[in-house]
């Protein structure tokens, strides 16, 4: 299969699954949608071994992947057409009874309660995290749960994310209808809100040109025979307002490394090419991407807390002494936290991480933090939090 053919078999459930979202928020299952689905997902198993790898064809070469996220969000988007929720909820803490814990600890947290705002990042938080993020589709699934939870005890709801506004960007990925959610992308920078309104950061000239010499340095990398593989793995390039991140390695590091180091030394030439004096660019390395930010004025970075003010203030958001849900999985989204404390809120966190050196920093900043494994256990426990139901396959 050829890497551009599973990107669009992979596209075209998009349409498919907004379509199948919207029929399960009212309570009915969608037979003909798990048709459609089912046949893409044929296409794409067509093209994996018996160990699981993916093989597809990129610049004439045979590159073997992991396309996990793909194939079991769309299984599981299949259940959900078929036979519903609950039968979707029973098939997902069945492949991990320890989802089935976690999110009762999160309904548990959460029931009852109304918030002014929530602040999420997306991947890792509330969606998976695929080896490509052109591939990485909402799941229906996931597009249901946060939907019922945002439309019954939040005013806003605010998927906040490092990723691009669209082409491709949170926008081309998105399955929840657009009504329900402000997607702040770029950390913030550009915000959509539910009427369809944008308001973006000030950019200067400088740090425009200067991100847009360095994409083109980049695209010609894929260019070359060596490094054409790299356009699709991982983010590849993001292009985003006021900063963009390359991908050297996927999370399933199926890349050489020998390769992927390579890649990354060619990146970090241009870079210093373009901004020899390291006035214009700060980059991050963040183990799989290099994530370069242009510098304002002040010669510091963005990040998400100054991104989560932004789009309080053009939302209207006042965030003192009002109820405030945020919820990550990395340490780019601690800065949410701190700024949510620093703003006098009354603060409920929900961090999807195992590391305890993320946890013991999230405890000195919001001691009542509650920490599941999986972001399955935060998506789920968001749709028991607001639904009436007992659910007697729940072990407490
Ligand atoms: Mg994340």
Same mark, same amino acid.
């Given at each position: 299969?050829?890497?551009? %053919?599973?990107? #669009?078999?992979?596209?075209?459930?998009?349409?498919?699954? %907004?379509?199948?979202? *919207?029929?399960?928020?009212?309570?009915?299952? !969608? =037979?003909?949608? /798990?048709?459609?689905?089912?046949?893409? @997902?044929?296409?794409?198993?067509?093209?994996?071994?018996?160990?699981?790898?993916?093989?597809?064809?990129?610049?004439?070469?045979?590159?073997?992947?992991?396309?996990?996220? +793909?194939?079991?969000?769309?299984?599981?988007?299949?259940?959900?057409? +078929?036979?519903?929720?609950? $039968?979707?909820?029973?098939?997902?803490?069945? +492949?991990?009874?320890?989802?089935?814990?976690?999110?009762?600890?999160?309904?548990?947290?959460?029931?009852?309660?109304?918030?002014?705002? !929530?602040?999420?990042? %997306?991947?890792?938080?509330?969606?998976?995290?695929?080896? *490509?993020?052109?591939?990485?589709?909402?799941?229906? &699934?996931? $597009?249901?749960?946060?939907?019922?939870?945002?439309?019954?005890?939040?005013? &806003?709801?605010?998927?906040?994310?490092?990723?691009?506004?669209?082409?491709?960007?949170?926008?081309?990925?998105?399955?929840?209808?657009?009504s329900q959610v402000v997607y702040a992308a770029s950390?913030?920078? #550009?915000?959509?809100? =539910?009427?369809?309104?944008?308001?973006?950061?000030?950019?200067?000239?400088?740090?425009?040109?200067?991100? %847009?010499?360095?994409?083109?340095?980049? #695209?010609?990398?894929?260019?070359?025979?060596?490094?054409?593989?790299?356009?699709?793995?991982?983010?590849?390039?993001?292009?985003?307002?006021?900063?963009?991140?390359?991908?050297?390695?996927?999370?399933?590091?199926?890349?050489?490394?020998?390769?992927?180091?390579?890649? *990354?030394?060619?990146?970090?030439?241009?870079?210093?090419?373009?901004?020899?004096?390291?006035?214009?660019?700060?980059?991050?390395?963040?183990?799989?991407?290099?994530?370069?930010?242009?510098?304002?004025?002040?010669?510091?970075?963005?990040?998400?807390?100054?991104? @989560?003010?932004?789009?309080?203030?053009?939302?209207?958001?006042?965030?003192?002494?009002?109820?405030?849900?945020?919820?990550?999985?990395?340490?780019?989204?601690?800065?949410?936290?701190?700024?949510?404390?620093?703003?006098? /809120?009354?603060? +409920?966190?929900?961090?999807?991480?195992?590391?305890?050196?993320?946890?013991?920093?999230?405890?000195?900043?919001?001691?009542?933090?509650?920490?599941?494994?999986?972001?399955?256990?935060?998506?789920?426990?968001?749709?028991?939090?607001?639904?009436?139901?007992? &659910?007697?396959?729940?072990?407490?």
């Amino acid at each position: 299969m050829h890497i551009e %053919r599973f990107v #669009e078999r992979n596209r075209d459930s998009l349409d498919i699954r %907004r379509h199948l979202a *919207r029929n399960a928020l009212e309570g009915q299952i !969608c =037979p003909d949608t /798990a048709d459609a689905l089912r046949g893409i @997902l044929a296409d794409i198993e067509a093209a994996v071994d018996e160990a699981g790898n993916l093989r597809v064809e990129i610049a004439g070469e045979s590159v073997s992947t992991r396309a996990d996220y +793909e194939r079991t969000e769309l299984a599981r988007d299949i259940v959900l057409a +078929e036979d519903g929720i609950e $039968a979707l909820i029973g098939h997902i803490c069945d +492949e991990d009874p320890s989802i089935s814990v976690q999110s009762q600890l999160v309904a548990e947290r959460l029931a009852g309660r109304q918030f002014e705002v !929530c602040f999420t990042d %997306r991947d890792g938080t509330v969606n998976g995290y695929s080896n *490509r993020y052109v591939t990485s589709i909402q799941p229906a &699934h996931v $597009a249901l749960s946060l939907t019922r939870f945002a439309a019954a005890v939040c005013n &806003h709801f605010v998927v906040l994310t490092a990723g691009p506004l669209a082409d491709p960007g949170i926008l081309d990925l998105s399955v929840m209808p657009s009504s329900q959610v402000v997607y702040a992308a770029s950390k913030g920078r #550009e915000v959509v809100f =539910p009427d369809g309104s944008e308001k973006a950061e000030f950019l200067g000239p400088d740090q425009r040109n200067a991100l %847009r010499e360095l994409a083109l340095a980049i #695209e010609k990398l894929y260019g070359s025979n060596r490094f054409a593989s790299f356009r699709y793995v991982g983010s590849g390039l993001q292009s985003k307002f006021g900063e963009c991140s390359v991908a050297y390695q996927d999370w399933q590091s199926n890349c050489p490394p020998e390769l992927s180091l390579a890649f *990354r030394a060619e990146i970090e030439a241009q870079i210093r090419r373009i901004d020899p004096d390291g006035r214009t660019f700060h980059v991050e390395d963040g183990g799989r991407d290099l994530e370069i930010s242009t510098l304002d004025a002040s010669a510091t970075a963005y990040d998400k807390g100054t991104g @989560l003010l932004f789009v309080a203030e053009h939302a209207g958001i006042n965030l003192k002494g009002r109820s405030v849900l945020v919820c990550g999985d990395t340490i780019s989204d601690v800065p949410m936290v701190r700024r949510v404390v620093e703003a006098g /809120a009354r603060l +409920e966190v929900v961090f999807v991480t195992t590391d305890p050196a993320l946890q013991a920093q999230l405890r000195d900043v919001a001691p009542q933090t509650l920490f599941v494994d999986r972001y399955e256990a935060l998506v789920l426990g968001m749709y028991l939090a607001v639904t009436e139901e007992t &659910h007697e396959y729940m072990v407490v």
